[in-house]
C-alpha cells in the first residue's frame, strides 16, 4: 500500500516513514503543501497522511483542491491545532480522520489500518478473502487457517489485492503500490513474486487476465 506523508518536519517525517515501511507498506515523503498537491493529483495513493502546518501552501488548501477534484484517497491530518473549530473545519474540508500532535505512532498505524479497510469496503480487522485471509492488526495472512511463510515483498503483493479483491489489477499498478519512487523498478519481478504466491496457496487464487493483469480468485 502506497502512502504519501506531508510533513515539512523532515526528522518527523523520517520517523513516520520508517514505522509505515515496518508495517509492510510504501511511504513516501512530501515536505510542502505544492508539492504534495502535484504528487497527490499525478499518481494514485492508498493513503494520504497530511499536516496542516506546510510551507508554500497549507494543508487545508491542499485538502481542499483534493476534494475540488474529485479525489477520493483516505486523508489523515496531522496538525498541533487543538481547537474544535480547527477538527471541524479539517474533516468539514474533506479528512476522513484527524489527529493532534504530539501523537504516538501506533496510533497513527492503527488509524491507516482503519481508513484503508474501509476504502476496500471492509470494516473489520481481518480481511478475508475464500480461503486467504489477512489480519490488517498483525499483518500475519494465512491459507485455510494457517499462516503463510512470505518474503516482505510477496506480503505487499497479497495485501494490495486482499485491499482490492474484486479488481483486476495491472503489473504496473503493482509495481507503483510495492516499490519505493527511487527503487528500481522491474515489472518483470511481479510474475516472479505471483508465481511464488501460487505455491504458497493455490494456483488460481490470483489469476492471470490476458491483456489486463491479475484478479484475486476466492477459493
Known amino acids: 500500500m502506497k502512502i504519501l506523508v506531508v510533513e515539512d518536519d523532515q526528522k518527523l517525517n523520517e520517523q513516520i516513514a520508517t514505522a509505515l515501511e515496518d508495517a509492510g507498506w510504501v511511504p513516501e515523503a512530501s515536505f510542502d503543501g505544492e508539492d504534495a498537491l502535484y504528487r497527490a493529483t499525478t499518481e494514485e495513493w492508498d493513503c ?21 477534484q474529485q479525489i477520493n484517497t483516505p486523508v489523515i491530518i496531522l496538525s498541533a491545532r487543538d481547537t474544535l473549530t480547527q477538527r471541524v473545519e479539517g474533516l468539514n474540508a474533506g479528512a476522513d480522520d484527524y489527529l493532534t500532535k504530539p501523537f504516538e505512532i501506533v496510533e497513527l498505524i492503527a488509524r491507516i489500518r482503519s481508513q ?5 469496503g471492509n470494516a473489520a480487522p481481518i480481511l478475508q478473502v475464500g480461503n486467504l485471509s489477512l489480519d490488517t492488526r498483525s ?21 494490495y489485492f486482499m485491499h482490492n479483491p474484486d479488481k483486476v489489477i495491472s503489473r504496473t499498478e503493482l509495481v507503483e503500490h510495492i516499490y519505493k519512487q527511487d527503487f528500481d523498478r522491474d515489472s518483470n519481478t511481479i510474475e516472479v513474486f505471483i508465481g511464488r504466491i501460487r505455491k504458497k496457496v493455490a494456483p488460481d487464487v490470483i489469476k492471470t487476465v490476458r491483456g489486463l493483469g491479475y484478479q484475486l480468485h476466492a477459493q
Open 116 to 120: 484503508l479497510r474501509r476504502a476496500s
Open 139 to 159: 499483518s500475519v495472512v494465512t491459507w485455510k487457517d494457517q499462516p503463510l511463510s512470505l518474503t516482505a515483498l510477496e506480503y505487499k503483493v497479497i495485501a
Open 48 to 68: 494520504i497522511v497530511l499536516d496542516l502546518g506546510l510551507p508554500k501552501l497549507d494543508g487545508i488548501s491542499v485538502l481542499n483542491s483534493l476534494r475540488d
